[in-house]
């Protein structure tokens, strides 16, 4: 990608800026510039094909392929008062590389309404190099791997609703000329991944709750809780490892098939074998791109 209008920042830390932008200089007096950025537009890696070829006849069987990790290389210059200031924030730039926790890297470039911020959880993969240095000035590259090789978005949506009911309303056995409503809540959520991949988002009950099931509409895959949530308490599904936590620490049954929210409007449904007021669907999800 074009680095000269790109915005780069690890952890909390560091920031680097292209060329063509202002100068990001830190609280140090360090100005870091970013000169190279491979990896991070890029598409997925696959392993292989997933195609398999036939025996005894042309073409190949076709199975499932995902993408594995995104190694992300940056390289970049900075520019300190004296060679002990460039030393110590290349020590700086190197703990904010973690070895085996991950950090969030951010990538900004052109124009914020038409290119969204992007950011993924990254940890280091090679280790990092000092191509060349003169007094404060100082260049430097890094290799940094993303595990999970999506790049969503900085905004965090969130929406939630109640299971369905309907209440009110009256039924008369003669025509009048007045209308009497209902209150209506539909147990239903609609969701927009404005990205150009699936995301996955994570699902969180507030019981209680009789054993709920979460649908995905659009493709039809129910996400069943085996056991009922009492009052007070909170099942909270990870999509992503796919496992399901009571209180952040109980492992709970879920069946069925997992889904992710695919781009465009996603459709959710929040029911259960009985209604109880106090429960409660919360989605949370980040846009997601390839």
Avoid at 87 to 98: D, F, I, Q, S, Y
Avoid at 168 to 185: E, H, R
């Amino acid at each position: 990608m074009p680095v000269d209008t790109a915005r780069l920042t690890i952890g909390s830390t560091i920031a680097m800026s292209g060329a063509h932008l202002d100068p990001l200089v830190d609280a140090y007096g360090v100005d870091w510039l970013l000169t190279k950025l491979d990896g991070w537009d890029d598409g997925y890696a696959a392993p292989d094909s997933g195609v398999t070829n036939r025996v005894s006849d042309h073409g190949g069987h076709v199975s499932d392929v995902f993408a594995v990790p995104r190694i992300v290389h940056v390289e970049g210059r900075l520019k300190a008062p004296s060679w002990d200031a460039a030393t110590l924030a290349w020590e700086r730039l190197m703990a904010a590389v973690p070895l085996s926790d991950q950090t969030t890297m951010t990538v900004a470039h052109g124009v914020a309404a038409v290119l969204p911020t992007k950011q993924a959880a990254v940890r280091q993969h090679e280790k990092p190099v000092i191509s060349e240095r003169v007094g404060g000035l100082l260049s430097y590259s890094l290799s940094l791997i993303a595990p999970d090789p999506r790049r969503y978005s900085t905004v965090l949506q969130t929406a939630s609703t109640g299971l369905p009911f309907t209440t009110g309303g009256l039924s008369l056995p003669i025509a009048l000329p007045i209308s009497i409503g209902a209150t209506v809540n539909s147990g239903r959520l609609s969701v927009v991944n404005d990205g150009n991949v699936a995301s996955p988002p994570l699902l969180s009950i507030t019981g209680p709750c009789p054993a709920p099931t979460i649908t995905h509409l659009g493709s039809g895959r129910r996400l069943v809780v085996a056991d009922a949530i009492d009052a007070g308490r909170v099942l909270t599904i990870d999509t992503v490892d796919q496992v399901a936590l009571l209180d952040g620490t109980v492992l709970r049954t879920v069946t069925g098939s997992w889904w992710h929210l695919e781009p465009g409007v996603n459709q959710i449904a929040f029911t259960a074998p009985a209604f109880d007021a106090g429960a409660l669907l919360t989605i949370s999800f980040r846009s997601a791109w390839k």
